[in-house]
């Protein structure tokens, strides 16, 4: 069938526009805190039910608009910011596109409160999805104004049922939010949800509390002050100090001319600076201000507006590093962790924990623990033959070097039937790897200690959440953690989850919550640890609704024997013995191999020992 060419509808082009404009809630409150911004608020309030599809509601105290106006507000390309192309290229307004009411109207239903100064009246206005005035009426209100929209998409039912299916749209209103609140510390802002004040800053508070106001205690306490002055630019903010990263990039923020962008060029010079002095895949926080002749930004490259492209980026970019270098480096703080090049690809946050938890270890030397594996001693050991520790090295007569090409040692870690003999144990190399040999089969076992352990523990977690069974300690005066308002309503939400693994939360003050009791297992863990890991990585939070079993592996990884503890024999054969009970005993939780065999051929090989005949 020949297909015809035909022309949108009026209303079908405008949908479609505003779908460009407005994509979720986050969306339209970005457009109006930007327009209440514009209008030289001083104090700006957010609030929204059912993560703003019911409702969002944003009041400011700013100009407020006259009749006139009202008029054509709503209407499409309609706009006070600019008139004519050569006033864009030096706009320093939010907004100045004249879509963003409109898309707003199109996609929700809106109510406009509004009073100038000078007025004795404010004025109340509903408008159709057209920016049309449906009704106007006189009010008795403050100065400034308030838009209110209900319902969003509920004229585009496709577009709600896909808000319904994404997972994070709470949190990218948070982090809009978040970004207007620290773009203006001049304003005031007051973020409800649920009529729960959620953020609350202070204008009249310094920059440094306007960031504690926001971000919290512990980032605002790990930040230095840096500040340049430069010929066509200057820079003032914040950065992390060795101490504070995160595992994603989401608490980095940088606001030219007050506008909150995104440039990576920027991003990466700074992350530079902090290569090998916190972990890998780990990235600094920085919040920062950049004031620049705007002709010298253009800002008119994505609807949006946040993806900019500046004409002087290498002045920029030198100007960033040598700024950062000279905060951090005189400051960086002794730790006990020392990141280290890994060898595999770190994927979950999962598996960076049991790599920190190893090199954590690394600092213990050789200290013996006697008793390390306690509470698996109940297993029999009655099959180990000859503990006895010999060190000796063999010696053998020399032989004739054979002209073949070295070669790797070809290690079969393929469901090994270990110990099958009983065996020796030798040694430990690097206090991390136990050496068992099995002189039947003419082979050497290395044991890697750590992820045996963690592979016992594993399962006995495994076993102990689906019997319902996890033992708890509590803690005897608690642990007080202080959040802000979205993570202490994000900790809440999964409290019962967390409850399952053996973890017990409480509300503790505004925004502040107490664990009064952890999983038995895990003395040594770090409870705040745990709850902002939980918090940073979407993937968790999401997961302990369901309390997948990845969440089971990292409180495994937190209470394993750790590299660096030289075990005694007996435990040494303690930890065997269990890890033989193990209904996967070959590899740890992550699928990294517990033990690897190396046969006497193939040692005998390494040293030409046995000659190839061609």
């Known amino acids: 069938m020949k297909t015809k060419i035909s022309l949108l509808s009026e209303e079908t082009i405008i949908q479609i526009a505003a779908g460009e404009i407005i994509e979720n809630p986050s969306s339209v409150i970005k457009e109006l805190v930007e327009n209440s911004i514009d209008a ?13 599809k019911d409702l969002i509601k944003v009041t400011d105290d700013g100009y407020g608009f006259d009749v006139e106006d009202l008029k054509i507000a709503f209407k499409r390309h309609t706009t006070s910011k600019i008139s004519n192309i050569e006033e864009l290229k030096n706009a320093i307004s939010l907004g100045f596109r004249g879509e963003a009411l409109s898309s707003i109207a199109n996609v929700s239903d809106v109510t406009l409160i509004t009073k100038k100064a000078e007025d004795q009246l404010g004025k109340i206005a509903k408008f159709d999805h057209n920016g049309n005035i449906l009704d106007l009426n006189e009010i008795v209100t403050n100065n400034g104004t308030t ?19 994404k997972k994070y749209e709470l949190q990218k209103t948070t982090d809009i939010i978040n970004r207007l609140a620290l773009s203006h510390p001049d304003i005031s802002f007051e973020y409800k949800k649920e009529d729960k004040i959620i953020l609350k800053t202070d204008r009249n508070s310094s920059l440094l509390n306007n960031i504690y106001s926001v971000l919290g205690k512990e980032i605002s306490e790990n930040l230095m002050y840096i500040e340049g002055k430069y010929p066509e630019f200057s820079i003032r903010g914040y950065i992390s100090n060795n101490h504070l990263f995160r595992s994603n990039k989401n608490y980095q923020f940088l606001f030219v001319n007050n506008r909150s962008v995104i440039d990576r060029d920027l991003s990466r010079i700074i992350e530079k600076q902090y290569q090998s002095i916190i972990p890998i895949n780990r990235y600094p926080v920085f919040i920062i201000y950049m004031d620049i002749s705007p002709s010298l930004v253009d800002v008119n490259i994505h609807p949006k507006k946040d993806i900019i492209k500046f004409t002087n980026i290498y002045d920029l970019e030198l100007a960033f590093s040598n700024i950062v270098k000279e905060a951090l480096l005189p400051n960086i703080k002794i730790s006990e962790y020392k ?44 099959y180990v033959v000859n503990i006895e520790q010999d060190t000796k090295v063999e010696e053998h007569d ?56 963690e592979r016992i523990n594993y399962e006995k977690l495994v076993k102990d959440y689906n019997n319902k069974n996890i033992p708890m300690q509590n803690l005897l005066s608690g642990y007080i953690i202080e959040l802000t308002g979205q993570e202490f309503d994000d900790v809440m939400t999964f409290k019962d989850k967390l409850l399952d693994i053996g973890i017990e939360i409480d509300e503790f003050g ?91 051929d193939e040692l005998d090989k390494e040293f030409f020992r046995i000659q190839t005949h061609g």
């Not at 030289?40 to 703003?52: L, M, Q």
């Not at 946050?349 to 090199?359: G, L, M, P, Q, W």
């Not at 065996?423 to 045996?452: M, S, T």
């Open 40 to 52: 030289n608020s001083s104090k700006i309030s957010i609030e929204i039910k059912n993560n703003g």
């Open 147 to 165: 838009i209110i929209c209900e319902n969003l998409f509920d004229n585009i039912p496709v577009r709600k049922k896909y808000l319904n299916l």
């Open 339 to 382: 990141p280290t090049v890994k060898e595999e690809k770190i994927n979950t946050i999962f598996e960076i924990y049991s790599e920190k938890i190893e090199e954590d270890g690394q600092n213990l030397g050789n200290k013996t623990i006697d008793n390390p594996i306690i509470s698996f001693r109940d297993l029999s050991t009655d």
């Open 398 to 453: 020399p032989i004739d070097i054979v002209e073949e090409e070295f070669k790797n040692i070809v290690i079969n870690n393929k469901n090994p039937d270990f110990l099958k003999n009983g065996y020796r144990y030798v040694g430990n190399i690097f206090f991390q790897y136990l050496l068992l040999e099995d002189n039947v089969d003419k082979c050497l076992y290395l044991l890697d200690q750590h992820a045996a352990h």
């Open 510 to 600: 505004d925004n502040s919550i107490i664990i009064r009791s952890i999983p038995a297992y895990i003395e040594s863990l770090n409870p705040e640890s745990l709850i902002r890991d939980i918090l940073d990585n979407p993937d968790i939070s999401t997961s302990v609704y369901d309390v997948n079993p990845y969440e089971l592996m990292k409180m495994a990884c937190r209470m394993s024997v750790k590299k660096g503890v030289n075990l005694s024999n007996f435990d040494v054969n303690t930890l065997i013995a269990n890890l033989k009970e193990c209904e996967y005993p070959n590899t740890c939780p992550h699928g990294r191999p517990t033990i690897i065999k190396i046969t006497k």
